[in-house]
Each structure stands twice: as C-alpha cells, then as structure tokens.
C-alpha cells in the first residue's frame, strides 16, 4: 500500500504518523499554515483539515511567481490569506541590489517574515536539498525566539507526496505536468542557469521587467557615485545576462551588495 514503510519495527503508515504529529503539536490558537500553491503545501493543509486541528492558511505574496501558480491558489484555494510586502520586489531591487545565490535578501523579506508568536506549520523535507536534510521536525526561529515551525512531512520522499496527492485527489498546479520539479520565484537566484532560461523562455514579459529593475539599479548607482557596476559590465543588460548565467559572483567588497 502506498504511504506505508515496512520496517524491522513494524509497518509506518506515513498519514497516521503525519496526523498524530499534527494532534500533538497543536497550539491552542491554531497553526499558522505557510502557503506555497507547491504540492507539499498543498499536502500539509489537506492533512491539516484531515486531522481535524485549527489552521490558518497564508500565502506569501512575491509578486515574481508564476501566473499559472497564482491562479491555481486563487482558484483552488480561496480561503488561503495573502500576505503582501509594502513594495513589489521589482520596485524594491533598484534600491536592495540584484538578489544572488549567497545573498538572497528576497527571501527574508518576501517569505519567512510571517507568523511572529505563532508556530508555524511548513511543508520542508529532507530529500529535498542537502541543507533542508539538516533541519528538525520542531525547530524555534532563529530570527524571532516566540516563533517556531513543526515540519510535518519533513521525512516523507518525493514519491511519497505524489503518492498522497493521488490518494486523496489532491488538486496541484499544472506546471508540474510540465517538467517542473519544484515551483517558486522566476529568476530564483537559486535556480540554475538552464531553469532561467525556461523562465525566460515562458514568461517574456518577466524579464522585460527584470531587464527595467536592473537599468533603474544601474542608474540609481550612477547617480549616487557609486561605480562598482560600471567597472564590471559595460551597462545594465551586461549585468542582468551575467545575473542570469551564473557565473561566479563578484566579491562583496565591490560594493554590488547593499
């Protein structure tokens, strides 16, 4: 049977272990449920509505996700609160600088600012990456000590999600019909080379927006004196190209990071 691990123990059956996890943990004001539109999130709030435990839903507003994602939610999931940022990101690049693999200030500001105080209900996994593998299922915030995170599947594999959605007639955003793995920003600094040059392929209109915030970026220096962009590319489309290839970044010391 799909979901259930044989094991010198005994059998695992990897939703009752999830929903026990879920009953035990529960806050008495209810967990705030982080909200992707991705498959995982999309599992743990239907787990969350099977276990029967208070949840709130929120959806972190980017304003750089996919089209396809942001109407999935909307459709699918109209009861998820949207949580905007002050500025749209592209609006707030000219200023921050481009974010980059080591330098991702989007993140902080765009994704993991909500549920101060409360404990927070994600879909992290260790199969996922190398450094998510590191991470425990009950953690506290290292940023905000009133805040903490129960990873509910976090020792569930990629089959083991698929194997879920398909059991429980799980809605899930078509682009992973697609090809794609894993859903999230456009231009993510973590994507690799050829992941952005499928963005840009699918979503034109996104890097035409881009290509505006790295001028504004470039202009911005320029008028303020500041030369270190200019020393590296001949102008503001040079600059987003190597953005986009990924090549090795500049040290932190020319001054590209803010």
């Known amino acids: 049977m799909a979901l259930i691990e044989h094991t010198l123990f005994g059998p695992i059956d990897r939703v009752k272990t999830a929903i026990e996890r879920l009953k035990a943990f529960e806050p008495a004001d209810g967990y705030y449920l982080a909200f992707s539109g991705g498959k995982d999130s999309c599992v743990i709030k ?3 509505d099977m276990a029967g435990v208070k949840h709130d839903a929120h959806y972190a507003v980017t304003t750089i996700d996919p089209p396809e994602l942001v109407r999935f939610i909307k459709e699918y999931h109209p009861d998820v609160e949207w949580v905007r940022a002050e500025k749209p990101l592209l609006m707030l690049l000219p200023d921050k600088g481009f974010p980059a693999r080591m330098k991702r200030w ?3 500001r765009y994704k993991e600012k909500g549920g101060s105080g409360r ?3 994600t879909g992290i996994r260790w199969a996922e990456s190398k450094k998510r593998s590191n991470r425990k299922m009950v953690e ?3 940023t905000a000590s009133k805040k ?3 990873h509910v599947i976090i020792d569930w594999t990629e089959s083991d999600v698929w194997d879920f959605i398909r059991q429980e007639n799980v809605p899930y955003c078509s682009l992973y019909d697609e090809g794609f793995k894993r859903l999230g920003c456009i231009f993510c ?3 690799s080379a050829w992941q952005k040059r499928r963005d840009r392929e699918r979503w034109p209109g996104f890097e035409k ?3 505006r915030a790295f001028h504004k970026l470039w202009d911005n220096r320029k008028a303020k004196g500041n030369d270190s962009m200019s020393k590296r590319w001949k102008d503001a489309d040079e600059c987003f190209e ?3 290839s990924n090549d090795p970044l500049p040290s932190q010391e020319d001054g590209l990071f803010t």
Do not use: G, K, S
């Open 46 to 48: 239907r787990l969350a």
């Open 119 to 121: 404990r927070v209900l």
């Open 209 to 211: 927006q881009f290509r």
């Open 189 to 191: 600094p973590m994507q």
């Open 140 to 142: 506290v915030c290292y």
């Open 148 to 150: 903490d995170y129960l």
């Open 106 to 108: 989007c993140c902080e």
């Open 242 to 244: 190597w953005w986009m």
